[in-house]
Each structure stands twice: as structure tokens, then as C-alpha cells.
DNA sequence: GATGAATGAGAATTCATTCAT
DNA sequence: CATGAATGAATTCTCATTCAT
């Protein structure tokens, strides 16, 4: 009967979807270390679907962001083909992060993190965004537009944590001092 | 008896310096959750002892800091007195505080939670690196070498964040990232 | 369509004995305590079709063992006629019953356990082994080669019990005190 | 104040005392997988009275049955003193054994179970009722009394799991069978 | 008949916090 | 004032069992 696994496998993937949605939520709320007994409850599952789905944390965790990671790499070609210069686009792939990781709260932390199951995000990350930044420094470095000495790593990772934000430190200012590392980023003329 | 009164009070003092030590210790270790039990037994005292001198995990971490957040405070106008330019003064006084920062581990993660239980700490901050740091941003801006918009507490936010610091993204880097973040808040000539 | 029967009913046999052999192999590994998903993946089928074919695990564990028990109950007339006299075959069945029990691994501690859901191994093992081994015991009495006092069935508990090996404890262990257990039950001339 | 503390940790004895008694009689009812939760509803005391005073549950079995394990082998010696001949002795010793044994329901399936957290108790038989039961044995053999073959370790082993009891076999079984390897240990004239 | 996704009860374990001494 | 035993809520994780397809 086709149908029925069929059907069953997509129920199923409707399943994963709402404990992700839930998870992404939680995560919002609670930062990456919600209990799963939370996100079963948004998520209006038992627990052990959600293990069943995401054996650790630190998958959900992963699967959680994938999507938003992957989109957010593929934002990079797009603005150099478009922008005016190639620091222009650095710019706005750097807004697109930051408005990425302001959204889903939490996230700078995990990334900071240095917990050893979250060593699935950080390859995430280095395996996709790294790349992608390193894409347009490159670029600027060509157009002799980049102040020696930065990495597309340690830069990712400074951008992820000026948008761990607070009640007293909110977008806005997230927005304002990675604009300020990146003006930090130009070349002296 | 006044001597025995004396004498009990300095013990007392002696009981709460010893506390204070061994909590800044396990803050060092395993960061500002460090359980309670871990830092009574490094400070060979019972747990009570320390909810007694500290009734929240909050109160600790202020006293733990609170010193050296002054020391850094007082540190501004030394420098400020003694370098050729303001700007100078404040790089300088950036680099004491990634060092406070780093060699503090977790406390760059405290300021930057919002963790209303340490709302204490960015009081603390409030009121004295937040001053400091205006009074060399206000040199600077006299001077005419600070682009605009640039305001102490979320710099201070900033480079509290930048300094949160893992396996891949070291003490260097941070120190790194916050001078590209001080570049980025000099007036472009 | 009596075809498609027969052919549903084959494949129903071929399943209950996949499964049959799964939890044979799962049982040697893990005891009798094998969690059913384990002996499903081993057998390649759902959980659900191990229900349906034994809705308790005593079924399981009874149906896995009642070939065996069966096999090593048919032994025992076979030594008796083979062999010199009945203590000879009482001893040569004796091994062949530790060899059983050894190499399936939990079911000595699963005879021995007063799980009451596995009821039905105790009354497989009443029906079948008990008459086995009385007869033999029979014989030997007849001989006159039996001390008094000497019954079937707690011989078989006792004999299954010693079979119970670990590290320290291993199958030549469990032989030589299942042979020294018998010269106890011989009659001293 | 000596007093106070002294009345605190008599309390705490009192409070370890009542988690003993109380692990024993689960341990009857149940097994030495009993939940913890049950030996702390016992004993009227929370889970984690039991935690500080038995981190694992190796400690805690391998306590319940120190004290019992001990008097077992001090029953040794005084035995052989007291008895006519050294196989007399081993005899009385074997019977107090089995009595220890199958009144501490669930030890005998400890002392055959291969769990790593359980190789605390297996210590314990080994540096206690070895040596003890080796006294015995030597003085058998010195006798001229013992067969061949007979150590100390298997051969407690094997009385241990003789002592396994249950629904259908019990106490007296377990006794006759324990006389019967005796008799199988006893070298024929 | 077969499947396996979903459920949720149950067990272990940790730790902040209280309070009698 | 200091102590640390006791408490129990909170959390993770596992698995037997059900049932819609």
C-alpha cells in the first residue's frame, strides 16, 4: 500500500516540521537549552518524538538553523553580482546576518558556545557561512578595500556575538556596532 | 566585650574574602553558573555560608567583579592623563578591559545575558565603566577623532559580547575584533 | 482464493520466524531483557509485527526456547538406551542441558527468575523437561545409583541455576559444578 | 559546639541507618534494581538523601550487604574450632550461608549478575567469604576429605546461585540442593 | 497482516535552597 | 555566625505499547 506509507511518511514530516517550528520558538524564548519537555508541548507532541526525531540537542539545534544558515550563505553571490562595490555588499550580507541572528534569539549564544555537542553547528557554519563571507572579503581585498588582517571567521564570529542582544542592548544597537566593526573593517584611503 | 565582637566581625570578613577567592576561581572554571556546592568546597566552607553573605547568585557575581570593574573604572583617567591623544587612551583602556574580559571567563557571556538575576552587574556597570568609558569617548569627540553616534554603554555591550570567547575564537582574536571595532569609531579624516 | 491464503499465511511463518531467530540472537547478546526495537531491527520487521505474533515477551521468550527444550527433552531416552548404565546418561544429558543453557545466554536466570510473566517458560519446562529428567532419575533409582531425596524438578532449577555464568564465572565453571552437583546425587556404595 | 555537631552527624547516621534498612527490604521485595525513589519513599527520606549517601547504587548494595557479608565470614573460623571434623564445619558454614542468602532476596542474582556497578560486591565476596571459605576447604583437604578440583570462588558462586529462589523452588529446595553439591565435593573413600 | 510514528510513564540524576543544630 | 544534611523540583532519556494507515 503505497498510500499509506505515503501517507504515513508525510505525516511524519509534518511532525518534524512542527517540532522544529516549536523548537525554533522555544529557542526564541529560551535560548538553545529548552527543555525538551517545553518544545514537546509547543509543539503538542510527547517527547519521545521528539528524540525519535532528534536523538541529541544538538541535532534539533542543527536542524533548527540549517535552513536559515543556508539561506542566509546564498544571500552572499547575490549581492556581489548586485552591489555597487564589493563592500557594499560585505554591508548588506552583514545586515542579513545580523537580522537572521537577532530573530532567532539565542542563536549568537550557541554559536559562542564552546559546549562540545554544538560542535555540529560550529562545522555548519565554518562548512557554509565561512565560505560565503570569505567570498566577499576576498572580493573587497581585490578592489584593495580591506584592512589587512581579517578573517572571515573570526569575523563571523564577532558579528555573532555583537548580536547577542538584552533588554538594554537591543537590535538597533546590534545593527549600529557591526556597522561600526565593518567600518573598522575598510581600508585607510 | 567589644574585642569579641571585633573579632567575630573580622572572621567574618575573613569567611566572605575566602568566598569571594573560590567563587572567582570556579568562575574562571565553569563560568558564572558554577554550582554553589563546587565554589562552598573550594572555599572550605558550607553552602550556607555562602547564602548567608550572598542570598543570590547575583550578589556574588557583583562582588566578585565589583572590584575589579572599579579598578578598570579608575583605570580611564590615568590614561587619559598620561597618553598623547584620547584616542590612544581609549585603546588602551579597551585593551585592559578585553583582559579583564577574557581572563574573566564567562563574565563577558554575564554582561551580555539578560538574566534578570544579574541585573545587579549591569547596574554595576551603569554606573562606573559607563562613565569612564563617556569620559574618554567625550576627550575623543572633543578631539574631533570620533565618528558619530557612538555611545559608551553600547560599546562597552559590544566589547563585553566580543569578548566572549571559545575554542575556535581566542583571547587574540578578541583583541583583534575589538580594535577593527575601535577603527571603526575613529572619524574618518 | 485459496492461493493468496496459503501464500499469506507462508509469509506469516517465514515472518514469526525471522523474528524467532532475532530474538534468539538478540537473546544470546542482551539477555532475556532485549528491547523489543532491537530484536525488530534484527529481524528486519516492525515492532508492530512482533506484537501481533507474541503479544507478551514471555510468549517470545517461550516461543524462542520451546524448540530447544524440546530437542533436549527428546535426548534423554536416546542416552538412556545408548549408554553403559543410567547415571552415565543422567550425566551425559546433564551436559548437553548446561550446553544449552550456557550458550543461551539468559535463560538460566530467566528459569530461574519468578517473573511472573514468564509463567509459561516454567510450565514448558514442567511439561517437557521434568518428565525427561525423571526419567532418567528413575532409572538410576532402579540401579540403585540414586541418594534419596533426589527430585526432578529442583534438580533442574539447581542444574539451571549453576548455569547462570558471568566473567568470573564461566561455562567450564558451570560444568564442573553441575558434575559435582551430580556425584552429590549418586548413592555412596 | 562540639555538641551540635555531634548530634547532626548522629542524625545523619540515624538517616543512613533507615536508607539501609530500607534499600534491604526493597531489595526482598524487589531485586537490586529496585528505583531509588522507592528505597527513599521507604525510608521517608528524598532522592537525593540517598544520592549524598550512596552516590551509586553499587554503594549502596555493596553496604546493605557488608555488615551480613562479614558476620558470614567470621562464622568461619568459629565453626571450625567448634566442629568435629573440618567437612562438618563446611557443612555449618554452607547452611548459615544459604540462610544469609535466600532471607536477602535478590543478593545471590547480585552475586551472579555481570553488572560492571556491581564488581564492588564481587570485591567484597572475594576479599571476605574467598578467604573464609578457602579456610574451610583447606582444612577439608588437609582432612583428606575433599575431592579434586574444588576452589573456593566457584564454589560460592555455585551456592549463590542455588540460592536463587523463586514461586517453585525455595528455601528447603535450595537447602537440599546446597547438600547435595557438598556431598558431590566430599571425596568418595 | 505489517508497519513504524507517536505516546507517555518511569527511572536516574543534579543542584538550588532551607533549616535545625 | 557557620554548618552541611535533607529536600524535591526539574531535566534528560529510554522503551513498552498502541493504533492509524
Known sequence: MPESVGA???QAQRTRGAVLAAAAAAFVDQGVQAPIRDIAERAGVGVGTIYRH??????????????QIDTCAALAPRLLAESADPFTALAGWA???VDFLVTKHGLGAAL??????????HALMLD???????TL??????DGDLAPGIAAYPLLRAIGNLCITGPDYDRADARRMV??????????A
Open 8 to 10: 504515513r511518511q508525510a
Open 54 to 67: 532528534f536523538p541529541t540537542r544538538a541535532d534539533l539545534v542543527t536542524a533548527v538553523y540549517r535552513h
Open 95 to 97: 545586515d542579513a546576518f
Open 112 to 121: 559562542g558556545s564552546d559546549d562540545p555537542g554544538l560542535a555540529n553547528l
Open 128 to 134: 557554509t557561512l565561512v565560505p560565503a563571507c570569505a
Open 137 to 142: 572579503l576576498d572580493a573587497c581585498a581585490a
Open 179 to 188: 556597522a561600526v566593526l565593518l567600518a573598522g573593517c575598510r581600508r585607510t
